[in-house]
Every structure is written in C-alpha cells, then in structure tokens.
C-alpha cells in the first residue's frame, strides 16, 4: 500500500484557517493536526489526514457511516489503538502535550484523570460480578489515593451527580441489576470521578432507548455546564448529534469532509455527503414520507481514490472532483468543506429544495 | 381489536395475553393482557423501552414463549394450544417467521450464507438441492444480495448485508407473517432506511403482513400503517400511525415522541412536560403518592406529570375515536396540562428502576 504521497502537500499548505476558533488544529484542549493511521500493520490507511480540535467546554461531534473512521480517531485519541493500528504521520496535543510519543507511565497519568471515555454497550465495561460502587470507589482509591471511606461517599455524590436515584442503594447493586439507562450513567459517573477535563463518548447513547438517550444527552449537557467538562461525542446519527453539539466533524472514509459550528451544518450543509446524511437522519417529522438512503458504497478502507472520496456516489460530481486532492474551504465562520463545488450553484439549489 | 378495520378475519390475533416469566418468587408478569390484531399485507409497528415487552410479545406469538393466559391464533388456529407435533409441524411450515435484532449473534458464525437461508427450507422438507439453491438464491435476491455472498460466512458480510440475510432467511419459507425484532437498531441511518423500504416493498410484493419492533417512532411513521405502544406490558395506546403521530392521546407516546432526537428543535412537548419531577413527587400527599406506585396503579403513574387519584387504578384499553384505542383515565385532560407546563428544567431520575 502506497501513501499518497501527493495528499500531504494541500493539507500543510492549507492557510491557517482564518479568524475564529476554526477546525485548525492550534490550540485547543485536544487537538488532532494531520493524523494518518494505518490498520493491519500498515497494509492500509484508514485515517488520512485529520485535523480537529476541541475546546475547553465544548461539545464536538463526530459523525459519519461505520467504518469512517471516527471510532478509530478516538481510539487514538485515547491511546487505546487496537493492535496492528500505527499513527503514521500527526500529532495528537492534549492540554499541551503530545500523546503520540507518551510513554506508559504518561498515559496512566492521562487515562481518567484528564481524560475518559464512556463507549456503547456499558455492561462490557463493567466487572459482572463486582458491584458498580466498588468499582467506582476502587477508581477514587487507585487515582485520587482516597480512603475506603471517603470513596464511597464521593462516589454516592458521583451517583447523585449523574441522576441516579437512591444512589446509597445503586452502589451495592451488580451491574446485572441495572439497566441499560442506570449503566451508562454509571459509566460517565466512573468517566468523570477524577473531574477529567474531556470526555471521549464513542456512541454512548447509540444502544439506548429514545427516551433514556435524551436523558443521557441532557445530563452530559448540565455535566458541561456545571463542571466545564469539553465532550468528544460519536454517532452515526446526524439528529443526536444536533440536539447535542455546538460543533459538527463529518467523517468519510477516513476524512473530514465538512467542519462547522452545528446549527450552521444543519441549515447550510456545504458538502454533497453531509447532505445526504441530513437526508436519511431522523428528522424529527412523525408523517409518512420516503425514506432515503444513500445509494453506493463507502470506498474499502485503504482505497486509493484520485480526488474526492465521495465522489463515486455523489450527484454533482464532476471533472475536477476526480483529477486531483481536494483541498478544505472556507464556508463561513469556522465552517470548512472539502468540496470543489461547495460554492457553486447546485449546492444553494438543493438547499432551497429543502 | 375493538374496532376492526376490515370484515375479514385478521391474521394473526392476539387475544388477553398474559406472560409470566421465572416461577415462584422470580416470577414477573411481563406481559398483561395484550390484544392485538393483525390485517393481512398490514405493517404494524410496535413501540416501546427496554422491559416493555416487545420482545415477549414476539416471542410469544412464535411460541418461544407459553403464554399464561389469552390465546395466539394463526390463520385461524389457536397456535399458543398446539402441543408436541402439532406444535412442531406448525413451525415447519414456516407460515411465521421472526427476524432478530443483531444478526452477528443470532446467525451462526461458522455457517455460510447459503445453508443459513437454506436451513428453513429444508425444515419444511425439501429435499432436492437444486429446487433449494433456487428457493435461496431467489430469497437473497429479494432483499437485494446476489450468488456471491452465498459462501461467505456472517463474519465477511458488512452489517447491512448480514441484516438482509437474517430477513433472507425468513423469507425462503414463503412467510405470511414476519416479525422483525428491532431489524434496524444496529444499523446507521442510510442502512436503517434501506431495510425500512425493503421490508415495505416486501410487503406489497408479496403480500406479507409485518410487524416492526423499534423504538425509533421517526422511522416507523415513514412506513407503518398502525402502532401499537407498549409499556411495562401493555398496550397503552394504538391506532393509524399519522393518527397517533399527530395527535397521541397517552402522556407515554407523548413522551417518546419528544424524546425522540431530531434534527430540528421545533417538537411541541418537551420530555420535561410530561414527566413528574423530584419535587413535584414530594408535593403529593403520601398516601397518593403510595397509591400510584402500587401495583394496581397505572402502568405510567410513577413517572407520569399529570397521575391523579383515579390513575392508582389501571385503566382499561379503550376505544377513543377511529379504530384507535388508549389507555388513560386523563387522555382528554393532560395535554392542556402538558401545555401549561413549563418546558425547560431538568430530567429527574434515570426512570424506574428494573
């Protein structure tokens, strides 16, 4: 497998993203500039050339079809790569330092008390058969070095915290016990025990029932506004993401085709993929309509594609989509797409058909 | 079905289904008397949270699950009363079939494509291989698969396929039922929405009735022709799907449609409306308090902002209008009171506990 070497080149030279808190990857609590990573022990590249970044307080959304690589980005993120998965080329920068070359010990220091993470399906997070007090409290001894006694009362008010009720009774519960609702809470409560400064949510609230997924979404809400807490927050669904974010990355096939403020990429979708997706998102209407889908496939990952990576199922593609890199432009304030005809007619019609 | 929509026989028939799962002190009545009817070449959506019962209800009308009272009648038989061959040749003939939520676990991983569609079709005692090949071949064509997955294993499909297969594999013995247990809950949207049209095409192609299982209501009013709400085991409310939809007459679908994320922020009912909080719970005066959290009460009353004295009494399903049905002693009364709510504050608790 050959990296596209001729990719880099637009990517460096990309103009440092203007005024505003821009998807650039300066500054910020977390900030991924130019990441490449390759699976199978290099044999193909997955990731090519991210740059995102994540202030402190904010809530940020990833999203995009399985196997775009937002799980993997996070994963990174997280210095939890699955094996054969090599960082190839970028930096990772967390609140000033580079977790690329962080050693073991560094990530200990990371993990939890600067960082956590709350995935999909919480009950294989947990220990089956150790209650969900115990397993919090052991977090708050091991990291915080808190007594036998006092981790327990702070993790009642860690349970509080979270909107679980009768926590004093939740705390000598097994997680078989609980459901689906009470574990994900339990999860953030252990996420946040030592008052990390980002939250990595890879799906949270995908496995969920509507009704406990707008609760989960209301209380990472009030966790930000209560504690500062900045949220890195994956789905496949375009309408969680809305109703939760204050900022939109859209995924394809290892890239970010479109970057913005998140009431901006859902009035005025720039790139012919995030408007597909808006297309097929619950939205939010409970009349009879035609479902849609996005005809075609996702490239395999490691493809090598000339140009626009979506160009293949695109309805506006044209010649210059396919004869070279394509290179972000600005849409707005902070709002980036990585589409040669982003500005073009064709995109204000199919707005106006809207 | 109190008001039936057509003259004909329904059918299926579900008819003052109780369940009880686990004995003696285990023993948890899961489902309290269902009814439900099913028109031929009707989609049928049933929805509700984790604990509900729709899975047990599926299961049940499968005969996976005995039924402790009411009755499941079968083009005509009474199939909950089959027994031992009669049972067993009834499942043969493959007249119903159930479709299961995540596909990597309910195909068997070691098999191929082709043997697990063929599986039902031998059972039905077919023998001739090359009349199977075609039953299979014929089957993955419906949903859109062509020969070449027929000797991959689950493993080497992608997700969407794997579903497609699952529903294959229902269809190969010409089904005139097909219970579709969440078919789309672990697929994105573009997928989701490409089972949803394929189950709906199914549907007038061949004449077969369906019931889809889902809590995602945005999805389901694209295709379903009724929905059936269902909450800690029974029926709350059902009718036309753009009927419920529009006007739902129980403060639970109110619930889960406000719930329900969107892309945009225009729902008239906030989940906050409809639920009691903290504080209004310990307004009540104790013995209402105790009363609609006893187990006569109201399925609802312990979550519900508008329970009363007359909800520590389950209410009956009763008909409310045309060919719909609710359960609620307040359905003409809480949606002024809903109004009147304010429609910001916190989400309470995390629900009831399991």
């Known amino acids: 497998m050959t990296i596209d070497n001729l990719k880099s080149p637009d990517l460096a030279a990309r103009p440092a993203a203007g005024a505003g808190p821009a998807t650039g990857a300066t500054g910020g609590l977390l900030s991924l500039d130019n990441l490449h990573i390759s699976v199978h022990h290099g044999a193909a590249t997955a990731?090519?050339?991210?740059?995102?970044?994540?202030?402190?307080?904010e809530i940020v959304g990833l999203v995009g079809e399985s196997g775009s690589g937002k799980t993997l980005t996070c994963r990174a993120a997280l210095g939890v790569l699955p094996d054969g998965c090599i960082i190839d080329r970028g930096s990772i920068t967390f609140a000033g330092r580079d977790l690329t070359t962080l050693s073991r010990r560094g990530w200990e220091d990371v993990h939890g008390s600067h960082m956590g993470a709350v995935f999909q399906d919480p009950a294989s997070y947990l220990n089956p058969s150790i209650t969900v007090g115990n397993q919090l409290a052991e977090v708050l001894r091991v990291k915080l070095g808190l007594s036998?006694?006092?981790?327990?009362?702070?993790?009642?008010?860690?349970?509080?915290?979270?909107?679980?009720?009768?926590?004093?009774?939740?705390?000598?519960?097994?997680?078989?016990?609980?459901?689906?609702?009470?574990?994900?809470?339990?999860?953030?409560?252990?996420?946040?025990?030592?008052?990390?400064?980002?939250?990595?949510?890879?799906?949270?609230?995908?496995?969920?029932?509507?009704?406990?997924?707008?609760?989960?979404?209301?209380?990472?809400?009030?966790?930000?506004?209560?504690?500062?807490?900045?949220?890195?927050?994956?789905?496949?669904?375009?309408?969680?993401?809305?109703?939760?974010c204050d900022r939109v990355v859209v995924f394809y096939a290892g890239e970010v085709v479109e970057s913005?403020?998140?009431?901006?990429?859902?009035?005025?979708?720039?790139?012919?993929?995030?408007?597909?997706?808006?297309?097929?998102?619950?939205?939010?209407?409970?009349?009879?309509?035609?479902?849609?889908?996005?005809?075609?496939?996702?490239?395999?990952?490691?493809?090598?594609?000339?140009?626009?990576?979506?160009?293949?199922?695109?309805?506006?593609?044209?010649?210059?989509?396919?004869?070279?890199?394509?290179?972000?432009?600005?849409?707005?304030?902070?709002?980036e797409v990585r589409c040669v005809r982003a500005q073009e007619a064709w995109a204000d019609a199919e707005l106006a058909a809207r | 079905m109190s008001a039936p929509a057509t003259q004909t026989a329904p059918l299926l028939a579900v008819e003052s289904l109780d369940v009880v799962l686990g004995r003696g002190w285990r023993a948890n009545q899961v489902?309290?008397?269902?009814?439900?009817?099913?028109?031929?070449?009707?989609?049928?959506?049933?929805?509700?949270?984790?604990?509900?019962?729709?899975?047990?209800?599926?299961?049940?009308?499968?005969?996976?699950?005995?039924?402790?009272?009411?009755?499941?009648?079968?083009?005509?038989?009474?199939?909950?009363?089959?027994?031992?061959?009669?049972?067993?040749?009834?499942?043969?003939?493959?007249?119903?079939?159930?479709?299961?939520?995540?596909?990597?676990?309910?195909?068997?991983?070691?098999?191929?494509?082709?043997?697990?569609?063929?599986?039902?079709?031998?059972?039905?005692?077919?023998?001739?291989?090359?009349?199977?090949?075609?039953?299979?071949?014929?089957?993955?064509?419906?949903?859109?698969?062509?020969?070449?997955?027929?000797?991959?294993?689950?493993?080497?499909?992608?997700?969407?396929?794997?579903?497609?297969?699952?529903?294959?594999?229902?269809?190969?013995?010409?089904?005139?039922?097909?219970?579709?247990d969440e078919p789309v809950s672990a697929l994105d949207a573009?997928?989701?929405?490409?089972?949803?049209?394929?189950?709906?095409?199914?549907?007038?192609?061949?004449?077969?009735?369906?019931?889809?299982?889902?809590?995602?209501?945005?999805?389901?009013?694209?295709?379903?022709?009724?929905?059936?709400?269902?909450?800690?085991?029974?029926?709350?409310?059902?009718?036309?799907?753009?009927?419920?939809?529009?006007?739902?007459?129980?403060?639970?679908t109110a619930l889960l449609m406000a719930s329900a994320p969107s892309v945009r922020h225009d729902r008239e009912l906030s989940p906050q409306q409809v639920t009691r909080t903290v504080a209004e719970a310990g307004a009540l005066p104790e013995d209402l308090l105790a009363g609609l959290g006893g187990p006569d009460a109201c399925v609802l009353a312990s979550r519900c902002a508008f329970a009363a004295a007359a909800c520590t009494v389950q209410p009956p399903l009763v008909a409310a209008g045309d060919h719909r049905r609710v359960a609620c002693h307040r359905h003409s009364e809480w949606l002024t009171l809903a109004r009147s709510r304010a429609a910001g504050g916190q989400l309470t608790t995390e629900g009831q506990p399991r």
């Not at chain 2, 009411?70 to 499942?91: C, K, M, N, Q």
């Not at chain 2, 993955?140 to 027929?150: H, K, R, T």
């Not at chain 2, 694209?222 to 739902?248: M, S």
């Open chain 1, 47 to 57: 990731i090519r050339g991210i740059s995102l970044s994540v202030q402190p307080g």
């Open chain 1, 260 to 335: 913005g403020p998140a009431a901006e990429i859902i009035e005025r979708p720039r790139h012919p993929y995030t408007q597909a997706l808006l297309r097929v998102a619950s939205v939010g209407d409970f009349r009879r309509r035609e479902l849609q889908v996005i005809g075609g496939q996702p490239p395999q990952v490691g493809e090598d594609i000339t140009g626009c990576r979506f160009a293949g199922r695109c309805p506006a593609a044209a010649g210059a989509c396919r004869s070279g890199p394509i290179a972000p432009v600005t849409a707005g304030t902070g709002h």
């Open chain 2, 31 to 180: 489902l309290s008397g269902v009814d439900l009817a099913i028109e031929p070449g009707e989609i049928v959506g049933l929805v509700g949270e984790t604990g509900s019962g729709k899975t047990t209800l599926a299961r049940t009308v499968t005969g996976l699950v005995s039924p402790a009272g009411g009755r499941v009648v079968f083009e005509g038989t009474t199939i909950s009363a089959l027994r031992r061959g009669a049972r067993r040749a009834e499942r043969r003939r493959g007249h119903l079939q159930l479709v299961f939520q995540d596909p990597l676990r309910s195909l068997d991983p070691d098999m191929i494509v082709a043997d697990i569609v063929a599986q039902g079709v031998r059972l039905q005692g077919e023998t001739d291989r090359e009349a199977i090949r075609q039953r299979v071949v014929g089957a993955l064509g419906q949903v859109g698969l062509d020969a070449s997955v027929l000797p991959r294993t689950p493993g080497q499909i992608s997700g969407g396929q794997r579903q497609r297969v699952s529903i294959a594999r229902a269809l190969a013995t010409e089904p005139r039922l097909l219970i579709c």
């Open chain 1, 148 to 244: 036998r006694r006092a981790a327990r009362q702070r993790s009642i008010e860690l349970f509080t915290s979270v909107g679980l009720s009768h926590p004093e009774h939740v705390f000598h519960q097994i997680p078989a016990e609980l459901s689906g609702g009470m574990l994900q809470r339990v999860m953030i409560a252990i996420a946040i025990s030592c008052d990390p400064q980002l939250l990595v949510a890879d799906e949270a609230t995908t496995a969920l029932d509507v009704t406990i997924q707008a609760e989960v979404i209301e209380l990472l809400r009030r966790l930000r506004a209560e504690r500062g807490l900045a949220v890195l927050f994956v789905s496949h669904d375009l309408a969680v993401v809305a109703e939760l």
């Open chain 2, 190 to 252: 573009s997928n989701r929405n490409y089972i949803l049209r394929l189950l709906d095409q199914l549907r007038t192609s061949l004449g077969l009735s369906i019931v889809i299982i889902s809590h995602d209501l945005s999805s389901l009013a694209g295709i379903a022709d009724r929905v059936a709400v269902l909450y800690r085991g029974r029926i709350v409310e059902d009718g036309p799907v753009d009927q419920v939809f529009a006007a739902p007459r129980h403060p639970y």
